[in-house]
């Protein structure tokens, strides 16, 4: 993983999924509004995510602005097993052991299975961000006894996912169905 240097950018080269370092932080630029005013000098409102927090802030940037474009790297890593509090990964490209601390990990360890592929990025050899496919299939290892028949939208239960995390089902699940779920939001997609 090779280092690079910050790139000063001008705000019109601001748009979206770029990448700028702030600080210490890290973010993505979610959109960029160009204002050219009839008096004064340019700038541009941004709205920016940061990698590290998930938070979204609105920045405004003007023309004489220093703004540094970060370099990130993503790298694709297969989960393999945890030891203690930290999580191993196989880099898919150079088959190198990657250890990721359980705190960097944050919510996404309730979906967390063996094998599973992430998206991890990187940068200056730093985890800024650990991205999960949109959807994933868990087998359920506990829930209460469905009914036959029961296929309302309108009744639901808790489950349990072979990761140990609990998610809400329609009526109809039982043990051993699987079942997709959105990461991002935890929901129920449906029955595979």
């Known amino acids: 993983m090779a280092q690079r240097c910050l790139v000063a950018l001008e705000i019109n080269q601001l748009k979206s999924n770029v990448t700028i370092a702030i600080g210490k932080d890290v973010f993505t630029i979610v959109s960029v509004d160009h204002v050219k005013p009839g008096k004064g ?70 979906f967390l299975k063996d094998n599973l592929t992430v998206s991890v990025f990187f940068h200056n050899k730093e985890i800024v961000n650990i991205s999960l496919p949109n959807t994933i299939e868990f087998k359920i290892i506990h829930t209460e006894p469905g009914f036959k028949g029961d296929s309302s939208k309108s009744g639901g239960k808790p489950a349990t996912i072979e990761t140990g995390a609990t998610i809400q089902v329609p ?18 997609l449906g029955r595979v």
Do not use: M, P
């Open 41 to 110: 000098s340019a700038f541009a409102r941004t709205k920016l995510k940061n990698l590290r927090l998930g938070t979204i802030i609105e920045r405004t940037f003007k023309s004489d602005d220093k703004i540094k474009e970060a370099f990130i790297e993503e790298r694709k890593l297969q989960y393999s097993y945890q030891s203690g509090n930290f999580y191993h990964f196989l880099d898919q490209d150079t088959f190198e052991d990657v250890t990721i601390e359980k705190e960097k990990l944050g919510e996404s360890l309730k």
């Open 171 to 188: 009526l109809f699940i039982n043990i051993s169905n699987t079942v997709k779920i959105d990461t991002k939001t935890g929901e129920y």
